[in-house]
């Protein structure tokens, strides 16, 4: 079982940014798949972005353009780039892991905050 956990959500206010983190214990992290999830009050959890062992990235269409997902293998940790933040963006953000691009994502971090409002 993969550790994770979050940081760097918080308050922004429309248009602003955040950078958040997601720091892996675990052996051979450069071995897993990584994602990036958020849930909404009322919301379904849904996937904002994700990335292979192998660097390739996928977003979700309401993200593209202003979300980046990426990874440091060296620290063990993968990160959300958001620029051009939305309210609809507040959610809490939750960082996942698998092993394998054929299974769901089975590690969890605990999540964090995001809120954009003015």
């Known amino acids: 079982q993969v550790q994770l956990v979050e940081s760097g959500g918080g308050l922004v206010q429309p248009g602003g940014s955040l950078r958040l983190s997601c720091a892996a214990s675990?052996?051979?992290?450069?071995?897993?798949?990584m994602g990036w999830y958020r849930q909404a009050p009322g919301e379904e959890r849904e996937l904002v972005a994700s990335?292979?062992?192998?660097?390739?990235?996928n977003y979700a269409d309401s993200v593209k353009g202003r979300f980046t997902i990426s990874r440091d293998n060296a620290k063990n940790t993968v990160y959300l780039q958001m620029n051009s933040l939305k309210p609809e963006d507040t959610a809490v953000y939750f960082c996942?892991?698998?092993?394998?691009?054929?299974?769901?994502?089975?590690?969890w971090g605990q999540g964090t905050q995001v809120t954009v409002s003015s």
């Open positions: 990335i292979s062992s192998g660097g390739r990235t």
């Open positions: 996942a892991a698998r092993v394998s691009s054929l299974t769901a994502f089975n590690s």
């Open positions: 675990v052996t051979g992290f450069s071995l897993y798949a």
